[in-house]
């Protein structure tokens, strides 16, 4: 069975600073994916990035960057330079070949971000 | 707007009474999928339906609860019998088969059971 772990429930930072949000994920597949989402105060759940387990590399789109680690079973998400606009929680997810069509999700982080 | 869209918003209701939530999708999507979170939870799958097919359930989806997908568009979420356990955010989505993974959510229904 999958699992995925945020251990950080909550995360305060001052506006301008770098924030990283923790994500370790259990599955026996070799094969799967790996997903960032981002819930703002509306509810609605916002695709961030899906990462394939065979790419190792890290990417970077504007602020946000993403580090994977299939050695420590990690996929932590970073923030440059935070903003009050990213204040939402943010999710980790795992799909896996087992559960083909559906995503397993971690609990969550909560992000503020103070001015 | 071309997003997912759920009605109702919000639903009260009595411990007992039946319930039903509607979902549409976003049009040219084919999979749609129902999610229940609970506060301070992420999203847990409930069902998922390919076109009108429902092809997977997960054990969370008790018999009280139904869904359907009757001409392969909008879909329903019927809960019978409600009861307190029942009250979370049901939140619905849906996607093309490709790219995987990337799932467009509607806002959410919220279900509180008194």
């Known amino acids: 069975a999958q699992k995925v772990t945020q251990a950080q429930t909550e995360i305060s930072v001052v506006e301008k600073e770098d924030v990283t949000l923790d994500c370790v994920y259990e599955?026996?597949?070799?094969?799967?994916?790996l997903f960032w989402y981002k819930q703002p105060p509306s509810g609605e759940l916002v695709f961030l990035i899906r990462?394939?387990?065979?790419?190792?590399q890290n990417e970077i789109s504007g602020r946000y960057s993403w580090n994977f680690q299939k050695s420590t079973s990690s996929f932590n998400f970073t923030i440059t330079a935070s903003q009050v606009v990213d204040s939402a929680v943010y999710f980790c997810a795992l799909r896996d070949p087992g559960s083909a069509r559906q995503l397993t999700f971690g609990s969550g982080t909560q992000l503020t971000v103070l001015p | 707007d071309t997003g997912v869209s759920q009605n109702p918003r919000h639903k009260i209701t009595k411990r007992g009474q039946n319930v039903t939530f509607r979902c549409d999708p976003i049009?040219?999507?084919?999979?749609l999928y129902w999610y229940r979170q609970t506060l301070g939870q992420g999203p847990e799958f409930l069902t998922y339906?390919?076109?009108?097919?429902?092809?997977?359930k997960s054990r969370l989806l008790s018999d009280r609860f139904s869904a359907e997908r009757p001409k392969g568009s909008f879909s329903t979420l019927e809960i019978q019998r409600t009861e307190q356990g029942d009250s979370a955010m049901y939140l619905c989505?849906?996607?093309?088969?490709?790219?995987?993974?990337?799932?467009?959510f509607g806002e959410g229904s919220r279900l509180t059971v008194l």
């Open positions: 049009s040219e999507h084919n999979r």
């Open positions: 339906f390919q076109n009108e097919a429902q092809l997977e």
């Open positions: 989505a849906s996607s093309l088969a490709r790219p995987p993974g990337e799932l467009f």
């Open positions: 599955t026996r597949d070799t094969t799967y994916y």
């Open positions: 990462r394939n387990s065979f790419d190792e």
